[in-house]
Structures are given as C-alpha cells and as structure tokens.
C-alpha cells in the first residue's frame, strides 16, 4: 500500500468515485480530452471538484437530450489533480443525427416563441429552491437538519445545471445557427466587427450589479467617506467605513445590497472563499476604484452608442438577405442576440449563487465538525467528499477525517505547483485531429466558451502573440498581468488587463481598462462579451500571454489582426 501522511493513496484519488481520470481506459473511449482551462485553472479542491464533475458532467447530458441536439450527447467529464476534463459525446450515426435533427426542431421551439417567458420560469424554480435552503438557521439546526439540508444542497445543485446545461444549450445552439448563416450569406463569421455589432449593447444583472456599486461610489462621496475609502487597505475598508461618521448607515445599506446579491465569490467555480456577504472587501474595492475613476458610469453612454450601431447594422445586413430567408435570419438574429445577456445572467443566478449555497451548506457543518473534534479548522471542509461527510455528519464526535484532510491538502498544493497539461491525447492522435473532432460536433459550449478557435499565426506582421478576437479594435498601454482574483484591486486605468480568464467578479475594472487579452477564452465567454459591451478590444487563446508579458510592459494589441506586439523588450 502507498501511503501520503498515513493514509491510502487509493483513497485520496477518488474525489470524484467512478470519475477520475484512468489513462488506459479514458484514452481508448476517447482520444483527446481538454482541460476546461476556464474553471478548472488553478486546480479545484475536492470538495468542489466533486460537485462539478458530476452535476455539470450530468446537466450537459441531460440539456443534450432534452433539446435532442442533432451532433452531440453532451459531454463526458473527468477529475484529473484539481482539473475537470471533458470530451464530446458524439451521435456518430447518421440515420440516428437525423432523426434527433427532427425532434430538435420541435425542442427548441419554446426559445423561439418565448424565450423571456422561458427564461423567467427557469429562474423562478431555481430561486425558490435556494429560499428552501436559506431558511434553515446553520448554526441552531441539529445534526439531522444539517444533514438534510446538505443533501438538498445537492439537489439543487443537480436541478440546477439541468436547468444551466438546457438554457445553455437552447441558447447557444441558435448562435451557432446564426453566425453559420452568417457564415453562407455574408461571408461573416462572430470574429467579425459586423457581427459583433449585431449582438452588442444590451443590459444583464451583472452590469446592473456593477451600476449599484458605481452608485454606492458616488454615495460614499456624498456622505464624506470617499477618503476614507481612498487610504484605506481593502483589507481594512470594512472596519474603517464602519468608524467614521455616517460609515455605519452606509454599511447597513450596503450589507442590504449584499444580502439580495452578493451570493457570490471572487472566484466563480470554487467555494474555498468567502462569499461577499461573509466579507464585503471584494466588492468595498471595486467601489474604490470607480472612486479614483471619477466620473459617471460610462457603460450607459456606451450602450446607447452600441445600440445605435446594432440598429445600423440590421438594417445593412437584412438588406442583404433574400426575402425567403429574412424570416428564419431574423428569428435566429433575435435569439442571437440573447446570448450574450444569458452568459451573464446565468452566470449570476445559476453558477455563482449556487455555488454560494455550497459553501453556506459546508461551512455550517465544517463548524459542527470542528466542534466536535472530526477536523481541525473549519476550511478543512472542502478536502472532504459528501461520502465522507454522509459518514460522520450525524455522530461528528466518533470519526476523525484529520489524517485524509492533511493528505489531501498536501496533494491539492503539489496540484497547484504542477499545471495539469491543456489536453491528454492518445499516442497518434494530434491537436489537428483533435480540434477536428470539436468543430465536427457543432457543439456550441465547446466552440464558443470553453475551447474557441485557435489563433491564426500570420508570420510577415511579426507579431509576438497571436490570438482570435473577442471584441475588435486596437489599444496600447501598460500590461497589468492578474493571476488571481486577489490582484483585481490592483489593476490602474488606462492599463490592458493580462489574465488567464476573466468572470463576473472581474467586470468593473473593465469600466477603466483599454482593453483584455486572455490565455483561454472563446466568443460566449466573459471576457468577450464584457469588452464588446464596454467597446474595449478583447483578445483570446493567446496560451502564453501570462508567461510572456509583465506587468509594466508597454503592448500594443490589434484584435482585428489578432496579434499582440510588446513593445518593451
């Protein structure tokens, strides 16, 4: 027996039973599996690990099946050292492609005749089911009640990327839809600023959330307590607002903000960090920046620019369209246009609030166990599993899980010394091959969030790095390199913002930045649609942006061209 801090290494693999990463057998299913390098980078902790990799795994199976998408099954997952990795499910007959395209026209059917209405009564059940699990008080609850509300954690969870993978899916697929028709008509495809034009300046509750906090800005201002807010560390915004004149109230109104929506983290897929009504440092700093910001909230200006510009464009490209196809361009137009405000959305209400509730859900029988000796401190919680949790929740008090929490704390920190590789492939099969089969699948998540298209390398411009445009146009300034969500707070104005990915905690230094390359990235992710929404230039899948440039680095970045030039050597 191998053995890490005493305790069988059989049993640290298995975070996620019957889902970890077995080469052999893996690799003879199938022969390329992708990190989702958007997620899963830096490596998850168990405790979250197994959460995704079943439930996230379960609702891309079940959005694929209910939607019956004509090319794909959704995806099969497996946890790899803190990584999640995936490979497509294809329908690989082609009588069998046909009749799921038969039952897919009528599937769909509902985002086309009510899509608001559709989205309105998935979010209504969701947020139903997370009051059920907000209403138990943690910490007065017994054993039994902390148990069951766990297990209604998971629940939910399930229910909610069954919710996250049909939305998506439904949506996302009439994108792919559109921009191939794009693709046949107008010789345009989503790299395109036309294109971008099309499906630009609309508003989402991210944006909106970010307005509150502009809001709060100005009101801090207003009371006095913008100095305050400017000298003070982020760390100790907090207890400094809290002492000075008038910083009570406004706390009081802003822990009120925080109680409808701060159900979220810094991080968006973990929950080994406080969510911001536990510690309101995180959103107290994007306020301070919009202080030194000074001036209004300029997405409104923005917004009412794109929108003009949208306008101009459906009236270029419809009148470029044949009066048969005008119906059906239209219609696929109109839900395009929805996907880029539900990558936001469900970002919000789905991912980030659910993930919130994990945490709430853990934490209160971390606190349980601590008492009761089971573990040492309360974030020892998320290098458990719910089998282990299942075991010893009722009767904390007879079971010690100290030894597998140290061990699998140990492993979980050489998983992050160690980068897992982008994709595993089999001996022969090459990344040509390999992206092949993704672009062969039509598979919409894959193509236009997690993996996008690769860069194009032109050598005669002599770019240093290439990548795809994610929202066009062209910026130079310093670099400001960000690994973590920690160092947001550190981003300036008028810097280009450096980052592997980017999520929904990362939105407001876009407000001030001039522009986002990023390693990973594809046309439905964050940082594109945010950086189309501010007009700022987003370039993606550059790989290497964050090994190659440096913080202070004066760069020029050309989306158009997809090309990246440092120009301090």
């Known amino acids: 027996m191998t053995s890490v801090n005493g305790v069988d290494t059989a049993k640290l693999s298995a975070v996620v039973p019957g889902f970890e990463f077995d080469e052999k057998a893996d690799l003879a299913q199938s022969p390329a599996w992708f990190l989702d390098g958007t997620h899963s980078v830096p490596p998850w902790t168990p405790l979250f690990g197994w959460f995704w990799i079943n ?10 099946e209910k939607l019956s998408l004509p090319t794909v099954k959704g995806w099969d997952w497996r946890f790899r050292n803190g990584g999640g990795y995936l490979t497509l499910l294809l ?52 054993n039994i009640e902390l148990l069951d509300n766990f297990e209604q954690t998971i629940n ?48 989402n509750k991210v944006l909106r959330v970010d307005k509150r906090i502009w809001e709060f800005s100005k009101e801090a201002d207003k009371l006095g307590l913008a100095d305050v807010v400017l000298k003070s560390d982020p ?12 910083g009570h109230d406004f706390m009081r109104e802003f822990r009120a903000f ?33 202080i030194i910001k000074g001036g209004e909230f300029n997405l409104e200006e923005e917004r009412a620019k794109l929108g003009e510009e949208r306008q101009a464009a459906e009236k270029e ?11 059906w361009f239209t219609t696929l137009l109109r839900l395009a246009q929805k996907s880029g405000v539900f990558s936001e959305e469900h970002d919000h209400y789905l991912d980030l609030y659910m993930h919130a509730l994990m945490r709430r859900s ?25 089998e282990e949790i299942r075991k010893v ?106 980052a592997a990915t980017t999520s929904p905690s990362w939105t407001p230094v876009f407000s001030f930045i001039k522009g986002v390359v990023v390693d990973r990235g594809a046309s439905l992710s964050h940082a594109a649609i945010v950086g189309r929404e501010y007009g700022i230039p987003v370039l993606m899948n550059v790989f290497v942006g964050t090994q190659r440039i440096k913080t202070g680095q004066r760069i020029r970045m050309d989306t158009n061209m997809g090309a990246l030039f440092i120009l301090d050597k």
């Open 55 to 64: 439930f996230c795994r379960h609702g891309m199976q079940y959005g694929a």
């Open 91 to 142: 329908v690989k007959s082609e009588a069998e492609q046909k009749q799921r395209e038969e039952r897919f026209r009528v599937a769909i059917r509902p985002f086309i005749d009510d899509y608001d209405g559709l989205w309105k009564s998935q979010l209504d059940e969701i947020l139903g089911r997370y009051e059920k699990l907000k209403a138990l008080d943690l910490d007065k609850a017994s």
């Open 156 to 203: 939910v969870c399930r229910r909610m990327w069954e919710i996250h993978m049909y939305m998506m899916y439904g949506t996302f697929t009439a994108y792919i839809l559109f921009e191939s028709m794009c693709r046949d008509l107008l010789q345009i495809d989503d790299t395109n600023p036309l294109f971008h034009k099309l499906i630009s300046g609309f508003d």
């Open 235 to 246: 760390k100790d915004l907090v207890k400094n607002i809290e002492s000075a004149p008038h």
């Open 258 to 290: 925080l109680d409808e929506d701060g159900w979220r983290m810094q991080r968006m897929s973990e929950i080994n960090m406080p969510t911001w009504i536990e510690d309101p440092a995180p959103p107290l700093a994007n306020m301070k920046q919009f």
């Open 317 to 327: 490209v419809l009148a470029k369209i044949a009066p048969e196809q005008k119906g």
């Open 362 to 386: 853990a934490m209160g029988i971390a606190r349980r166990l601590v008492g009761a000796g089971t573990i040492e401190s309360a974030d020892d919680i998320f290098f458990v599993i719910p």
């Open 393 to 498: 929740a009722l009767a904390p008090e007879q079971f010690d899980l100290r030894q597998i929490v140290h061990a699998r704390r140990a492993a979980w920190r050489e998983w992050c010394k160690t980068p897992n590789p982008p994709v595993i492939l089999a001996g022969g099969f090459d990344m040509d091959q390999a992206m092949g089969v993704l672009v062969k699948s039509n598979d919409p998540i894959a193509l236009k969030v997690v993996v996008g298209s690769m860069p194009v390398v032109r050598p005669e411009i002599k770019a240093d790095l290439h990548g795809t445009c994610g929202s066009p146009g062209v910026a130079e300034g310093p670099a400001r390199v960000i690994m973590s969500e920690e160092e947001l707070a550190d981003v300036q104005p008028g810097e280009i913002l450096v």
